[in-house]
């Protein structure tokens, strides 16, 4: 089963930036889907990216145009770009393998917290 350990978070300023890094093991990382979630307290976890085998992106309208995903196969490890970061973006962000019928099949790691405060 896939094992998961995100990193990168921490404390900025709204406007800021910050990249995360999920290191992937467990699956064969170049042939998966794989998407970054996040969870803010009192909510629902919610997809904010993704990125298919072939590198196809797509992401939630809220982060579209500041986030971007990426991954590096010869480092089993994905990535998540965030720019104009804004308070509502605070949240424990976690990232996962997701199968063809958009399912996750990892367990969840414990995720990286983002706060955005000035």
């Known amino acids: 089963q896939a094992q998961l350990v995100e990193s990168g978070g921490g404390l900025v300023q709204p406007g800021g930036s910050l990249r995360l890094s999920c290191a992937v093991s467990g699956v064969f990382f170049r042939t998966n889907h794989m998407g970054w979630y996040r969870q803010a307290p009192g909510k629902q976890r919610e997809l904010v990216a993704r990125?298919?085998?072939?590198?196809?992106?797509n992401y939630a309208d809220s982060v579209k145009g500041r986030f971007t995903i990426s991954r590096d196969n010869a480092k089993n490890t994905v990535y998540l770009q965030m720019n104009s970061l804004k308070p509502e973006d605070t949240a424990v962000y976690y990232c996962?393998?997701?199968?063809?019928?958009?399912?996750?099949?990892?367990?969840w790691g414990q995720g990286t917290q983002v706060t955005v405060s000035s």
């Open positions: 990125i298919t085998s072939e590198g196809n992106t």
């Open positions: 996962n393998v997701i199968n063809n019928l958009g399912s996750v099949i990892g367990s």
